[in-house]
């Protein structure tokens, strides 16, 4: 199972207020492992960035002014996610974003339901907890070490906080090729079951035990219990 974990930086809170992407980043997941395959491209907005933008993610203006337009890297972008199952905190926001851009490119839109969405999971199983994704990095003890915003890092840290909200990150439990390969006959085959070197503990306690006895001799000598005595 193919997934995208990823993330957007933007000029503001909505595209339709003249907001524009300016940062997109992505990390592919093949059955819940990173493959090390990314997507990571800067988008010139052709507009200013606002102080409080620049503020979460430290990219100017003119710093963006010699990166392409979205419309140039709108079909990269989409090859790169396929049909992908997409992996977002706070989806609504970047698809709604996404979508905004695809659209004025005349690029084919993201479903919605195609989104992940991290913070409805974080919500639900930590209910009235902080679920922003500081937050969560915080709870499953994650080292973020930033100072400011970024779509390839944040995607990133999404990567371990969505492996932690779907059961934790067991490097124990993780398979080695060569034994992903064995067939489960093969498994079988393998496994032989021998006695225990030393028998178990009884859990009973002696009244338990007299009274189990008791129960059995009122049953008399045909009792099943007497043959495995």
């Avoid at 010139?44 to 503020?55: G, I, L, S």
């Amino acid at each position: 199972m193919r997934e995208i974990v990823m993330d957007t930086e933007t000029t503001g809170l909505d595209p339709y207020d003249g907001h524009r992407v300016v940062e997109i980043g992505g990390i592919e997941l093949e059955g819940h492992v990173p493959t090390g395959r990314t997507y990571h491209q800067y988008i010139n907005p052709q507009r200013d960035m606002p102080k409080e933008a620049f503020d979460v993610h430290g990219i100017s203006a003119e710093f963006l002014a010699d990166k392409p337009l979205f419309a140039a890297i709108a079909q990269e972008f989409l090859d790169f996610i396929g049909d992908s199952k997409l992996v977002i905190h706070n989806a609504s926001f970047d698809m709604k974003f996404l979508n905004a851009e695809l659209k004025w490119v005349n690029k084919p839109l993201i479903p919605n339901d195609r989104a992940l969405d991290t913070l409805m999971i974080a919500r639900k199983k930590f209910p009235g907890s902080p679920a922003s994704l500081d937050a969560l990095c915080r709870r499953f003890g994650i080292t973020t070490e930033r100072e400011l915003h970024g779509a390839l890092l944040d995607s990133e840290i999404l990567a371990d906080v969505y492996l932690e909200l779907i059961g934790g990150r067991q490097p124990g439990l993780v398979l080695n090729q060569q034994t992903q390969k064995k067939t489960v006959a093969a498994i079988d085959a393998d496994w032989r079951p021998s006695p225990r070197p030393e028998a178990l503990p009884t859990r009973l306690t002696e009244s338990e035990n007299a009274a189990h006895q008791a129960f059995v001799e009122k049953l008399g000598d045909a009792a099943l219990w007497k043959r495995f005595g």
